[in-house]
């Protein structure tokens, strides 16, 4: 019985199923066909959150009532972030909306997808001389697809979206990848619109670890100042001496 | 449109007030124009007398070649049933107006926003901090002589799209017409 208290603790739960040790490149080749499967199963069961800005919202009801019917194709409108595979921003984003979109985009659960309806996204659209509008949405968050038009048509939405179901399909939807890899350019961009004190409530760093996904390019110059900030508000006292700096 | 066909509480006011220049613009709407100094004294009796107790908006324009700002104060009463909306100008340098806040509460929004919008300052209005506009460290947007495309150019960049076919469309002599 003693015996029992001296099995090794196993780190990685992946080599510990099968009792042996298992090499990297084995693991790999596992691991992509278990990913492949699971994107497969994914690509049929999507549930899109809608973040309606603009007049795109006016073409979804078309596209998801009886005669396009997008539940043929496996998509269901989702009311929160957490539970949502796919965020749709149809239509123009003010800088005031972008940083809510920003906020929507980090609580989703990878794998994530973010589809720009409408030229708007794409270069402000009709907004294109307006000092409030945002002009390329894949600066400030991954963009997996746009949609052309203004705003597009049932069928163009219906298109995008099979589309964008064959690429998750064939594992070729990486983009919110690209935010953990890159994290510190899009908090550049980020920090370049809303000044050098913004920052999320999520941790976007440690979930890039946790997701394997952390390069050399996800911290930098900008996450630098993330950790100045934390380590600054570390050092303020709790309570109403610290909501009063917070506010000024 | 003559006077004489105006409601009765508002014969009131205008006979109380002088340098009013009114002008009938449909059944159930006035344009009044009106001295600045004299404004807060026309709302006041309006209020009083004529029950505009309802401000619906203050509106702002910008003249430039005039050098000044024209406010629009615009009143509903249920009372009259006749919209009246009360022009004034200031001058555009000075920039500063009275609040009415005193006279119609919901005056403290509709200030701060064009505050924030054109830079005006209202003396004795509440609150005139930034309302809107997210992080805006700008001149007021809203000025006539703000360059919007310029803006835009330092802060923002263009997407890129330079496909095959516009290229060939160009070569032709076609293409974007600015």
Redesign the interface.
Known sequence: MSSMTSYPIYRDPDTAIGCRTVDEQERSLLRRVLDRIADHCRARSLFVLHYCTGCGAIELPPSMTSRFDLERVGMQPMVTPRQADILLITGYL???TL?RVILTYEQMQGPKYVMGFGSCT???GMY?????T???LQ?YIPVDMYIAGCMPRPEAIQQGFLQLIERIDSGRATAWQDYYRRYDWYLGNQQ????EQFQTPTDVIAEARHYALASAETTGRHTALLEQQLQQAALMPVGPGRAAGESQ | MSEAQLPAPLHAVFDEITGVIFKRQGARRLRVDIDADRLPTLLALLKGRAGYLHLSAISCVDWPQDSEFELVYHLGSYETQVMVAAHIRIPRAASRYLSVYDIHIPAGFFERDIHEMYGIEFEGSPNMTPFILTEWQGPPPMRKDFDTLGYVNQHYSWQQYDPQWLRELEARGGGLVE
Do not use: P
């Open positions: 003010s800088v005031k940083k794409i270069n402000g294109w001389n307006s000092y409030a945002v002009k390329r600066e370049a619109m809303f000044g």
